[in-house]
């Protein structure tokens, strides 16, 4: 199978940045790990938004979609998982 590649927003990147190096680092490994399994256990597609899938990271959930054709997992929020939904 073949490895796909990530893309991650501006807005991603920034909320990445912000983070403390710890869940940075745990938040990073979580979105390397969709280059290999865009669709890992655990993930879950997002009710309301079509083609949104989150993956959990801690207490922090990655948010992204997948384009299969394309084989590129594009990440669009990063945040607590009791604001990154709003």
């Keep these: 199978m073949a490895s796909y590649r990530i893309e991650v927003s501006a807005t991603a ?3 990445i940045r912000k983070l403390e190096r710890i869940d940075q680092v ?3 490994r979580a979105i390397q790990a969709l280059a290999d399994e ?3 256990a655990g993930c879950r597609k997002l009710a309301g938004q079509d083609g ?4 959990r990271a801690g ?3 990655v ?3 997948v384009e299969d054709d394309r ?3 594009i990440v669009l929020k ?3 998982r009791k604001d990154v939904y709003r």
Excluded: A, K
């Design 13 to 15: 990147e920034e909320q």
């Design 52 to 55: 949104v899938f989150r993956v």
């Design 59 to 61: 207490v922090f959930r």
């Design 38 to 40: 865009p669709r890992p």
């Design 71 to 73: 084989l590129v997992v």
């Design 63 to 65: 948010l992204y979609s």
């Design 26 to 28: 745990r938040v990073v």
């Design 78 to 80: 990063v945040g607590n």
